[in-house]
């Protein structure tokens, strides 16, 4: 091969360049980002882009945070600009709607021309309501279905503005015992009863509180269901036979009584007693048990049978009783021998013995007399004996027994020669034959009876005269009449009623006042005709006179423009007495506020006219006045006009494409939107009847094109669709965009981009030579179809760096331009829907040495360099190695791979010295030596 080269020559020139420094620049601000209120803690939120020309500056990003309080929340990277929430922080949209971020960057020579601000507007995503605390109780008592339980004092709340809630049985009420209000008001469903273990006394219950939304809390509530007392004891039999003899021994267990109370607790355990002062009380005894024996001999002249009753009563309130009646039957035994005959005179027949049988007889008669007397004025005579009388042998009695029978005692006494409880007896017959009315009429001793409902009381020191504070019900058992007072009297309160209504009420200048007595213990007490009387003690409170309370105004509100007139936010105002709030006034003045009523509670309210203008009116402060009688308070809400503007579309592109052998529903395009002042929009395809739908993308945070599935693609009837895309914020702000969907016909596959022919060397390695560019919307294949001539070294393969078809040079048989200059490659591509090919000629080039383009080249170099750095280029072609031949010069031959070219570089810190050495004259080597001395 042939020596070749060339003579570079090199001068050395001194000089100095001096640039001044260029200030960074931010690229992608200002900048309105919509953030969902939910985003995860630690989450990215911005990059701020910078540019600086001058490549070796040192960039360091700053940032301002409005409102300042919120500084913490947000974390940045100095060094990248890299903007997140910070770990363990969160957004609330309830709290801070918007922030203003502003950014700051220097190179440590200059910061950039200006600051820019990133702002940063909350999504509002709805949040749970949530149940504060999560476990409650309620004790009620067995009653029928639909009676009110009452309300637990549930605290659900939900931070979302606007939301409504409601409580809900979720769990634990498997049949349906319960029901409850929205408000968390708990009632009966089904007639509850307790008795017997028929319902359990006590329910767990899981209620939940629940938005419009139907998100919402979970907390157990503890229903307690106690038993009334309803059910009277019942024995087992009616009667009890037993039989006595004079032979019976004292303490012997005549027979055993049983009753049974199915209520539950105090009210299902039983006591027995015997009732009444006769042979029963006077003979017997019973036990916890109902074990009946006999308490003393017992001995008659004669057989005789007689009864008595055994009562049950519970232990509830007020108790309830039942009785059985023992049939006794005695018989004397044959042994008992009570009296001894014996031979005596006949004293009644003597003169004397007849004289003083008749006197006898004559005090007998007198005696009767007199007791007959005694027995009409004691038992028929005097109601109020009577009464007494009949409390002590009337079973169904309120009145405590001791106290009746002392008073019996003290009343009934008939005569010296009567023993009191033969009169008890004597009257009792009396009264139980009809005589004198029945044991169970109206003579019972009964008071009235007073029945609510009780509920607190409480009055304010203002409160006009005659105001009704409490209501009471009073009835009397026996009918008689009754009258009701206060017992002391009050010269504040009054009792007035008619019939059985009575009421308590508030007297004409009672002059109410709190700090000298905040609560009143009130007595009503009802008499009737007969002295008896029931109370009822009732306190009331006297509420202190303040100016009313507002409550629940959070400092600051943004409205947005064009919202629609409505309520904007709920306040709370509280007071004992009546009062009203009212806007006071708006700064400036003449904003479109107003202070309604709102339910239970107010609300500001935003008016039709005039029309919010964020231009003109950025902020409105308003002030609201809640006053009674006794004063008034204020207090303040900042308005934040926020400009509205309807979503705005930035279209990347606006035409995309599908596949007329689509069949499953597929993304095919990110709708390009954003609204700055209303995140809150939603977006949709208005175009009718076509395969396509517009869907919000909630883990992307965007609203996407979808191809609907089974679309029915057919390009031959449809090629293209022109799509509208309509999105519309939460006040009716609306734009559009266009977007034409082009359909791809199914054909055969198309390769394109052939050059016609390419060149290959001999001696080549193998490899690629050739990458195709094949379209097709379908899968397909490529081959060699035919070469001419038959056999070269050639094949299609899939490039696997690319993962396309690509035209590969083999290694055998080996490329010889002397025997085949050339070969005809015909490339063919299939798919499903069919085929097609393509030549490529492949000219085989003869391997020839390196060509020099010139012999000659000069160039020149900075006396004062010291880095490597590229000279010259070498003027080469096909060369294969390169070096320079002279001696102990600073200078070197490399391969730029990038450039696929040889050059000539100064090597580092060459010592150039142009005193010394003005020019070097250098000698390349490719392969041969040429010198060609160059000046």
Known sequence: MKNLGFLVSVFLISMVDCQGNTKPTINNLPRIILVPEDIGTGSQLYDVDVTDPDPFDKITYSMTVEPTTATPSFSLITYNGQLSLSVGYSFDFEIQSSYNITFSVEDGVESALESKVLSIIVHNVNEAPVLTPHLYTITTHEAVAGTDIGMPAFGCTDVDEGDTWFLQITGGDTHGRFNMAADGRLSFAKDYDVDDGVMPGSVTLAVQCIDNSGVGDVATLLVTIDDVNDNAPMFQYSTYPISISSATKSNTMVTTVSATDIDSGANGQLRYVIAGIGLGQEYFIVNAVGNVRLKKHMTFANDRIFDFTIFADDLGFPPLRGYTRISVTFTKATNDVTTTATETPCYFCTMGGIAVFTLFMIIVVFLMFIGGYMIFY?????????????????????????????????????????????????????????????????????????????????????????????????????????????????????????????????????????????????????????????????????????????????????????????????????????????????????????????????????????????????????????????????????????????????????????????????????????????????????????????????????????????PGLNFAVTPSYSLTIECIDDTLNSDTMLLDVNVNENSAPVISGLPGSESVTEGQAAGKIYDMVITDANPYVCSINSMVPAGGPFDVQIDTGTSEYAVFLLSTPALDAATIPSYVLTLECSDNWGSSTADLTVNVQENLPPQFTSAVITTSVDENETTQREVITVPVSDAVACAITNAGVPYTCLYDGAATAWKVYLNSNPNLDFATTPSYSLTVNVRTIKRIPIR
């Open 378 to 710: 004691y038992c028929i005579g005097n109601p109020v004996k009577r009464k007494m009388l009949r409390g002590v042998l009337d079973p169904r009695s309120t009145v405590p027994r001791p106290f009746l029978i002392e008073q019996a005692r003290q009343t009934a006494y008939i005569s010296p020669f009567w023993n009191k409880t033969e009169a008890y007896i004597h009257c009792y017959h009396w009264l139980v034959s009809g005589t004198a009315g029945t044991v169970n009429g109206n003579d019972s001793i009964r008071p009235p009876d007073i029945s609510g409902p009780f509920p607190a009381v409480s009055v304010a020191e203002d409160e006009a005269a005659q105001t009704e504070l409490y209501a009471i019900t009073v009835t009397d058992p026996e009918g008689d009449t009754f009258s009701c007072d206060l017992n002391p009297g009050d010269a504040h309160f009054q009792v007035a009623g008619i019939g059985t209504e009575y009421k308590v009420l508030l007297l004409a200048n009672a002059n109410l006042d709190h700090d000298v007595t905040s609560s009143y213990s009130l007595t009503i007490e009802c008499t009737d005709v007969n002295s008896e009387s029931s109370t009822h003690v009732i306190d009331v409170d006297i509420l202190k006179n303040q100016a009313p309370v507002i409550g629940g105004l959070p400092g600051t509100k943004s409205v947005i423009e064009g919202n629609a007139p409505g309520k904007i936010f709920g306040f709370t105002a509280t007071d004992a007495d009546s009062f009203g709030c009212t806007l006071d006034f708006t700064a400036p003045v003449g904003g479109p506020f107003s202070v309604v009523v709102d339910g239970t509670d107010w609300a500001i309210n935003l008016l039709a006219a005039p029309v919010l203008d964020s231009a003109t009116t950025p902020i409105y402060t308003v002030t609201v006045a809640c006053s009674d009688s006794w004063g008034s308070s204020t207090a303040n809400l900042t308005v934040n006009v926020i400009p509205n503007t309807p979503p705005q579309f930035s279209p990347v592109t606006t035409s995309t494409t599908v596949n007329e052998s689509e069949t499953a529903k597929r993304e095919i395009y990110t709708v390009p939107v954003s609204d700055a002042d209303s995140p809150a929009f939603s977006c949709d395809v208005t175009t009718l009847a076509v395969p396509f739908t517009c869907e919000y993308d909630s883990g992307a945070s965007e609203w996407k094109i979808y191809l609907n599935n089974l």
